[in-house]
């Protein structure tokens, strides 16, 4: 699988971290964009070339329908997925939309996820605190971490609540910096390289092909 998506895709991967790490140290680096050659690529990659000087920074937008891409990372973000606006007009079909996500938003998103946990990476949380706690206590005043720790420590002890909560926090972080990598993996993530051609349209190219007459 992973050959196919390379050959075919130009997909990328680094191994020891998720794809949602790599988005989200991409989306903070600086890119700039070329149109003749068209291209973009990492600015560190090409300071010393001349055509910097006709280059253009570029806007880096965020393509998902994953929540914890679109709520975690702070910045301007598509979800193209569908979502059906009233269930029963089938003609409201809304066909991807735009999110903006604060600095703030994106730091109680967080939080959250320390106390409800994430079920669909199998991260617990605090156990016996769900949804309803968060949105209870999230209406009178957001909780710092430190608030957060200290229900751990009621919850499980100490020991056992500082090792959960540290285990917790490095599951759910999202690997943005080179302190990040560096921790975590030893090194940091090599200079991306993006597709001149769009994966869809070339999928698209490709059938058509298939299904031509000659």
Known sequence: MK????????????????ADDLVAYY??????????PQQMMLKRTCENLKFLETAE?????????????????PGKH??????????????????????????????????????VGDTADNIPGLEGR?????EKISLEFVPTYEDILSE??????????????QLNYRLLHL???????IREIGSIPEDLRISEVNPRERAEEEVNLENAEF
């Not at 420590?153 to 959960?164: A, F, H, T, W």
Request: glycine fraction near 6%; aromatic fraction near 16%; charged fraction near 30%.
């Open 152 to 165: 751990y420590v009621v919850k499980y002890g100490l020991s056992e609540g500082i090792y959960r909560f």
């Open 57 to 73: 920074e570029a806007e880096v937008i965020i393509c998902t329908p994953d929540k914890d891409l679109l709520e975690s990372i």
């Open 78 to 115: 598509f979800n193209y997925s569908y979502k059906l606006v009233d269930k029963e007009d089938p003609g409201s079909v809304v066909r991807g939309w735009w999110i903006e996500t604060s600095v703030e938003d994106a730091i109680k998103f967080s939080k959250m996820q320390m106390i």
């Open 27 to 36: 989306n903070q680096q600086e890119f700039i964009y070329h149109p003749s």
């Open 175 to 181: 690997l943005n910096c080179d302190a990040d990598f």
């Open 130 to 134: 769900g949804i309803k706690y968060w």
């Open 3 to 18: 050959a196919v998506l390379e050959e075919k895709y130009d997909a990328q991967w680094v191994e020891g971290v998720e």
